[in-house]
C-alpha cells in the first residue's frame, strides 16, 4: 500500500554519528544544537525569529497567549483542519467561532472572516491545510482594517509559498509542527516563527517557566505564567540533520503535487484545487474534490493507494462547537474531499499508477 503519510528519517550515516555525539556530550537539555536549529530555521523561512518548542500545539498555545486572548474572547478559525488548531483556542479559554471555507480550495474564506468579526474577536486563525497557502492579501487586509492579528498555523506548510515569500513571512505568528508525519520531523517537536524581536523575548519567557535564561535562578523573579515548553538537543539536533535535506525533500512533494495537477485535468468526477493566484502549496497531502468519495477510496485501496480525508471536521465534535452554524461551502467541499500520497515516498512509476487508476474510474 502506498501510504498517505510516511516518517521521514534521515539516513543512518548522517544522522546517528551527530546524535550519539549530542548524547553523549553531557548536555542534552535545551542548549547550543536548539539554538543552532532555530538560526538555521530563521534562515530557511527568510524573516524574523524562530521560537523552537516540543510541539506545534505549544506553539499556538503560546501565539494565542502573545495576543492576550483569553476568556470571554472570541477567536475565528477554520474547521477543516487537524484538532489541535482549535484545541489550542480552547486551552486559553476563549471559544471558537467558525468562519466558512473558500468552495475552490478548502481554505478560511476571507468574506466569511469579514461576516464573523465582532466586539469578542481577539485573534484570527488560519491553516494552509494540507499544505495550500490561504488567501494571504486579502487576509492581511482584514487584519489591517479591523486591527487583529493572525496566527498562521502552517504545521501542514513548511516551504509553501506566497507572493514568492515562504510561510512564515506574512503574519506576525506562524506554527510550525515537527510530529512524526510533518515535512520535518524531529520526533515531536515545533517552531513559532514570531516576526518582532519584543514578541520574541517575551515568547522565550513562556516557553520556559517564565524563568529569564539570560540570568541565574536566583537572579530571577518570575513575572509571567510560563510552560515547560522547550526543545531539547536530541531533538533539535534531528531537526538540524533534516533541515540540511529539506529542500530536496519538499522538492519532491512539489513535483509530485504539480504532476498530479496537470495529469488529474479533466477526469470526469474530478474537481481540482485552484489555488489562490500567487501561491505555491507544499503538497504535505494532494487534495481534491471527487464525487462519490467512498467509492474513489475503495476503488484506490484496492489498488494499493491509500487515499482517505484524513482529518474529521472539526465543528463535528461537541467540545470545539461553540457556536454552532451552518457552513454550506464547508459542507459541500467536505463531502468530496480526498487526499492521495504524494511525499517523497511516492516514486514517478507510482504516481503514473495513481493517475491511470484515476482514469479507469470508480
Ligand atoms: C494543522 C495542525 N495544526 C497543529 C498541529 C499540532 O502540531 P503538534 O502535533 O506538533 O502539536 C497539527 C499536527 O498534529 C496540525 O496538523
Redo the contacts with the bound molecule.
Sequence with gaps: MIPLVKTNIPDREKLMPELEKVLYSGYVAQGEQVENFERVFEAFIGSGHALSVN????A?HIALILIGVKSGDEVISTAL??E??NV?IKMVGAKIRYADVDYHTGNISPKSIEENINEFTKAIMV?D?AGIPVNVSEIQRISKKYNIPVIH?A??ALGAKYNGFKTGNHFPFT?F???AI?LLTTI???MLQIATKEEYEKAKLIRWFGIDKKLTRLENDIQVQGYKYHMNNINATIGLVQLDEIDTILNIHIDNGKYFDSSLQNIPGVDLINYYPGSEPAYWLYTLKVENREGFIKQMGEKGIMASEL?KRNDWHSYLNDFPVKLPNLDKFYSRLVHLPCGYWVNPQERAMIVETIKKGW
Design positions: 510541539s506545534g500545539t505549544a499556538l483542519t487537524a489541535p488548531t489550542a491553516v491545510y498555523d504545521a501542514h506554527v509542527s515537527f510530529q510533518k515531536d517537536g515545533g482529518h
